[in-house]
C-alpha cells in the first residue's frame, strides 16, 4: 500500500464487507472507538505491506470499496507491491482491485497499544465530535489498570497510550491521568497522554513518566475555531503546546489538525508553519463528519470529507516542513503516529 492507495481508502473512510467477513471477531477486532470524532462507530484496521489504515465497516455490497476474502475472488492477479506473503483480503475500488492485505487485530483501540479513553464524555461542545452527544461513562482507575494488564499479557503491548473527554473540569482530567500514568510506568513502556491542557499539565504528565503528549488545536482556521470550538481557547492551547515542547523535547509534541472543516490550503499550510515552528508535529486528520453532529453543517456549512489529492497533498507539504525544521514523525512511539490508521503520517507514508 503507497501513498495515494492509502489516501484514496483514508479518504473513502468507509469499506463494504462480506456478510461472512462482517460477522467474524477478527473483522471486528477494534470494535467501537469511544474517542474523538469516531466515537461510536464500528471499524477495523487492515494491513498491506508497512502500512496500515483504520476503515469503517459496512454491510453495503453497493460501496465505493469492498473487501472481500481472497479465496471468494478466484483467479484475480495480485496487485503489484501492494500486498505481502499472509494477506488474505483485497479491497476494490469502484470494481477493480486497489490493494491486498490482511485485517489486523487490534489491541486496545489500536494495534500494539493500549489506547484508553478515560472519560467517554465531555462539556465542550465541538460541533464535528459525537463525545457530548454519546454522554459516556468514565472509567474508573481500576478498570484502566486492568485493561492495560489484560493487554500486557498478550505480549503484543507496545506502548500505553491515554485519551480523555472531560466529564467535569480539564484540571480533574489531567490530575486523572497524571495518577494513572504514575502507576503504569511500572510495564517499562512509553506512556503519552492526550488531553485538554492546564497551565501545568505538561511539568505534571512529565513528572508522572509520561514521554510524549498531544494537545489538539482542531483547526487553525481562526474563525472556524472560534465557530465549531467555542469552548476552547486556540491561544491557550498553542501556548500550552509550546510549554510542552520545552517540557517534553523534541519530537515528542503533537497536536490533531483536522482537514475538511472549510479551511482553505493556505489557512493550512500556515498552520503547519506554525505548529512546526514551535517544534510541534501536526497530525492532518481528515474530517469524519458523524451522524450525531448534523449541526456542524450549521456552523461550517463548507465541511466535507478531504479527497485522496488533497490528503496527499498537504502530507506531502508537511513532510517538507518538518524536514525544514529538523522534526521527524516516524520516531513517535505512542497515540496516532506510531498506529497510523487515521492518518498518512510524514516519514512513514509520504
Known sequence: MDARIKAILIAEG??????????????LAS?????????GIGSFFFRSGRSRVRLEYKNDPDATLLLRRIDNVG????????????????????????????????LLHCPEQAYITLSESCIFNCTFCPVPKLRG?????????????????????????????IECSPG????????????????????????????DSSIRLKEAGAVEIKYNVETMDREIFGRACADMDLDFV???????????GKN???????????????????????????GVIPILR???????????????????????????????????????????????ETMCLPCGGCDLVVHWDV
Open 238 to 248: 498553542l501556548a500550552s503546546l509550546k510549554d510542552a515542547v520545552d517540557i517534553f
Open 172 to 199: 480533574e482530567e489531567v490530575t486523572r491521568a497524571v495518577d494513572l500514568v504514575k502507576t503504569l510506568t511500572k510495564y517499562n513502556l512509553p506512556i503519552g497522554v492526550s488531553v485538554y491542557p492546564t497551565g
Open 14 to 27: 468507509s469499506v463494504g464487507i462480506e456478510s461472512e467477513l462482517l460477522g467474524t471477531s477478527r473483522t
Open 137 to 165: 461513562r468514565t472509567k474508573t482507575a481500576d478498570e484502566v489498570l486492568r485493561m492495560v494488564a489484560d493487554a500486557s499479557r498478550t505480549g503484543n503491548l507496545r506502548a500505553i497510550s491515554i485519551t480523555s473527554g
Open 75 to 106: 483467479d484475480t492477479r495480485v496487485a503489484a507491491g501492494n500486498g505481502s506473503g499472509d494477506d488474505d483480503v483485497i479491497i476494490f475500488y469502484k470494481g477493480r482491485e486497489l490493494v491486498r492485505g490482511r485485517i489486523e487485530p487490534a
Open 286 to 332: 481528515a474530517l469524519n463528519p458523524h451522524p450525531l453532529r448534523p449541526d456542524l453543517m450549521d456552523v461550517c456549512p463548507d465541511a466535507a470529507r478531504p479527497d485522496a489529492d488533497r490528503l496527499l497533498r498537504l502530507a506531502q507539504f508537511e513532510r517538507e516542513v518538518l524536514d525544514a525544521h529538523g522534526l521527524r514523525a516516524d520516531v513517535a
Open 31 to 39: 470494535g467501537l472507538s469511544t474517542a474523538g470524532p469516531g466515537a
Open 252 to 278: 515528542r509534541v503533537f497536536s490533531n489538525f483536522i482537514i475538511g472543516l472549510g479551511e482553505s490550503d493556505g489557512t493550512v499550510r500556515d498552520g503547519v508553519e506554525a505548529l512546526a515552528g514551535l
